[in-house]
Nanobody, 123 residues
Framework: QVQLVESGGGLVQAGGSLRLSCAAS????????MGWFRQAPGKEREFVAA????????YYAESMKGRFTIFRDNAKNTVYLQMNSLKPEDTAVYYC????????????????WGQGTQVTVSS
């Protein structure tokens, strides 16, 4: 069982930055996949970024490339999402998720989810 707690959301002006954190507790293994997703009102949950807990390649949705960075701190059992050059269309609830094997870009492939953290970008 894995428990996930996100934090770091808030209100920011367009062009600003935020860093989201996802603290994991319970069992984690190097082949677990960590993903960030987001869901805006009236829209489906969409993929943002992913990486394996053990490190290696990172993956991003096209619209986030160059602006968002996913990284982890093993000592703190925490995965982060650094978001720069934020736009009003980035406004959403952001979720972190864990997949027992590898990474994926579809929400249904993930096994554990956090409660989400709200990010609001004003114009």
């Amino acid at each position: 069982q894995v428990q996930l707690v996100e934090s770091g959301g808030g209100l920011v002006q367009a062009g600003g930055s935020l860093r989201l954190s996802c603290a994991a507790s319970g069992r984690t293994f190097s082949n677990y996949g960590m993903g960030w997703f987001r869901q805006a009102p009236g829209k489906e949950r969409e993929f943002v970024a992913a990486m394996r807990w053990g490190g290696g390649s990172t993956y991003y949705a096209e619209s986030m490339k160059g602006r968002f960075t996913i990284f982890r701190d093993n000592a703190k059992n925490t995965v982060y999402l650094q978001m720069n050059s934020l736009k009003p269309e980035d406004t959403a609830v952001y979720y972190c998720a864990v997949r027992r094997i590898g990474t994926a870009t579809v929400p249904a492939a993930y096994d554990y989810w956090g409660q989400g953290t709200q990010v609001t970008v004003s114009s």
